[in-house]
């Protein structure tokens, strides 16, 4: 036990002895507000700090994503547009190559020059078919057509026409006048036929001398060459005109029209570099990028490369769709792991304040239970240990608060004791100095009154009935005789004796007290009550003196009743160690004021000549020497109780004997 009273160490804590986790002996605990319990405070900033990242982490990944696609598909639809580009630069160079090679072939310049369409035919025709060149036109130095040869896409047949003047072809003014540009002599662009849009390239035809003979021109149709991007691009392709009209597109057409793939010619002068249009096209969303369509360097239209930008759309929800359902995921996780850490750390926490308030109940036997190295277990430790020591001192008071009951208890019955010896002490002096007084007095009294009424008796011999002083003489006598009375019972008093004790019924001293007063109650018109014990009591007691003392009180308690009559009860109780008698009237009564006096020698109220005042106080002494008590109760206008108490003897029981 020394152990803990010293300095504590929390994690060498011995076992300390009490209930741990008996929650079922604890009081219920005040409804705690959810939102500021432990638990509570230590989840919800985590919670909030989580979902905070989870939706800040969310909105950034998105958006990271969507801009990284949206970043891909604008190059995806650069890359196409460049592409597409190239490839009409390459056709552009196939039409170089072919017109390089007819312009070379021999005859063809002699041909032109004289203007012998026949002999042009023989000779470009088997050119034109194992080049595969769509179209071919030769023109005169003059604008005139020498030859054309331009495939139908339907049938694949050539149609051969001559003699159209083409002197207002622009494409074909510039070779005919022998111009040249930074690239060289020839000349390219866009040009509507009867089977719709091509790509033409026009280079001059010279002779010998560097002269002019006519030019070549050789065309490719748009629709081809565009499905021919399409399938390398993997994108739909758009071919405007330099005023911003549709020429041609791999596109269906759209519910809106063509049209609305066209540009405005504003739009068109400022394309450089491009523009990207967002449109939707058969309940979709497109993008189209159009870009300047250059050939030989020089603009001569604007090429469009389409692509559907829903996927941009479709994987952008599902990209946030699969980060909510992750993060949402996470978050879950990451708020139960919350949870079970919580409850983790606030379980001995609250387990300690369910025990506080017990304790503070007043259950000292409660223990947390709860060990562990940590400051909490080192927290709970302590607290046991004060619980314990807390138990043990309550106990300690205990034991001292019930020491101290016992010895104040024990102080008032000395203090009552003590009272009632002094009480005694003072009553018994009281009789002592009236009995000396009276025993000095009674007998120089009692010689007198003799010899008076002797002396009147003698004279009242001498003298008859009808004499003047016969009925003083019987007066006086009476007087004396009375006067001798009264200080007979003076002695009486003065010369109170022990009492003789012997073994004695009770019963039978009551009855003959009774017995003694019958004539008085009777002329007083009070009917007498007697109850006895079951069975007779018996104690030691000096018989003639206890029966003085009922007789004195049933004296009493008549005259209390006299002249209107009552009840007088005379009840015998075993109440050990008392055999108690009690003498109870329906009379008078005694005043407050009364009551401390009646038992003092000479106190009466009532007339001069009726009483001495010296019953009670008689009564009262010889029960003293009894050793016994007597006590009264009394009403005004209800009547009177008093007690003798006489203490239970058995015969051979020496203590009190003699
Ligand atoms: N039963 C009673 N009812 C009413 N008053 C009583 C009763 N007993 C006693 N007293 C009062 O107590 C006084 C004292 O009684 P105590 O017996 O000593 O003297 P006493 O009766 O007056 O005279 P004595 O008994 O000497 O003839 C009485 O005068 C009376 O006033
Ligand atoms: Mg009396």
């Known amino acids: 036990m020394t152990t803990l009273d010293s300095p504590v160490d929390a994690g060498s804590l011995p076992e300390i002895p009490g209930r741990a ?83 070379f072939t021999q005859g063809v310049g002699e041909a032109m020059a004289g203007d012998e369409a026949g002999d042009l035919q023989q000779t470009l025709f088997p050119l034109v078919l194992n080049n595969g060149v769509q179209s071919l036109t030769v023109a005169s130095a003059g604008g005139q057509e020498l030859l054309s040869l331009i495939q139908d896409p339907a049938t694949s047949e050539f149609l051969v026409s001559r003699g159209a003047d083409l002197s207002q072809v622009e494409l074909l003014a510039g070779p005919l006048a022998g111009r040249k540009d930074a690239l060289g002599d020839k000349f390219a662009g866009l040009l509507s036929t009867i089977y719709g849009p091509y790509l033409f390239t026009a280079g001059p035809v010279r002779g010998g001398a560097g002269e002019v003979l006519g030019a070549l021109m050789i065309g490719t149709r748009l629709d081809s060459l ?88 479709t994987t952008e929800s599902t990209s946030r769709n699969v980060f909510i359902l992750l993060f949402t995921l996470g978050t879950l996780a990451v708020i139960i792991t919350g949870l079970v850490l919580a409850s983790r750390i606030s379980r001995p926490i609250v387990r300690m304040r369910d025990v506080s308030l017990a304790v503070a109940a007043g259950d000292l036997e409660q223990r947390t239970g709860v060990r562990g190295r940590d400051e909490v277990g080192q927290m709970a430790a302590v607290f046991d240990l004060m619980t314990f020591r807390l138990r043990r001192r309550t106990a300690q008071a205990a034991r001292l608060h019930a020491e101290a009951v016992r010895r104040s208890e024990e102080l008032a019955e000395a203090n009552v004791r003590l009272q009632q010896a002094q009480q005694q002490l003072v009553q018994s002096e009281k009789l002592a100095a009236v009995g000396t007084l009276a025993a000095g007095i009674v007998h120089d009294i009692k010689n007198p009154l003799a010899v008076i009424s002797g002396l009147t008796e003698e004279l009242q011999e001498g003298v008859t009935p009808d004499s003047a002083i016969a009925t003083p003489l019987t007066q006086i006598r009476e007087n004396a005789v009375r006067a001798s009375g009264i200080v007979t019972d003076l002695l009486k008093f003065a010369r109170q004796s022990n009492p003789e004790k012997s073994y004695q019924n009770v019963w039978d001293t009551v009855r003959t007290a009774v017995r003694l007063n019958d004539y008085l109650s009777r002329r007083a018109n009070v009917r007498v009550g007697v109850d006895l014990t079951a069975r007779p009591v018996m104690t030691l007691y000096d018989a003639q003196q206890i029966e003085q003392v009922l007789v004195n009180l049933i004296q009493n308690a008549v005259q209390a009743m006299t002249p209107q009559g009552g009840l007088l009860s005379l009840v015998v109780r075993e109440a050990p160690p008392w055999v108690e008698i009690e003498v109870r009237d329906t009379g008078v009564g005694i005043p407050a004021k009364n009551l401390g006096r009646i038992f003092d020698p000479f106190f009466t109220t009532k007339p001069p000549g009726e009483g001495t005042g010296l019953g009670l106080s008689v009564s009262y002494g010889i029960v003293a020497q009894h050793q016994g008590q007597i006590d009264v109760r009394s009403e005004v206008g209800r009547g009177s109780t008093f007690v003798v108490r006489l203490p239970l003897r058995s015969p051979d029981d020496k203590t009190l004997a003699g």
């Open 21 to 103: 986790g008996d929650t079922k002996a604890m009081p219920r605990r005040a409804p705690l507000d959810l939102l500021s319990s432990l638990r509570a405070k230590l989840v919800i900033p985590y919670v909030l700090l989580t979902l905070a990242t989870a939706m800040i982490g969310m909105f950034v990944i998105t958006r990271l994503v969507a801009s990284t696609l949206r970043e891909r598909f604008a190059n995806q639809m650069l890359e196409a547009s460049r592409v597409a580009g190239d490839s009409m630069v390459r056709r552009e160079r196939v039409h170089l190559e072919d017109l390089r090679l007819m312009t």
């Open 226 to 313: 565009a499905s021919e991007i399409k399938a390398q691009v993997l994108a739909d392709i758009i071919i405007l005109d330099s005023s911003g009209a549709l020429m041609t597109t791999t596109l269906a057409e759209p519910e809106d029209g063509y049209d609305i793939l066209s540009l405005a010619p504003y739009d068109v002068a400022y394309l450089n570099p491009g523009k990207t249009v967002q449109l939707s096209l058969y309940g979709r969303p497109y993008q189209i990028y159009y870009t300047p369509l250059e050939v030989r360097q020089k603009p001569v239209g604007v090429l469009g490369v389409v692509l559907p930008s829903n996927f941009i759309v």
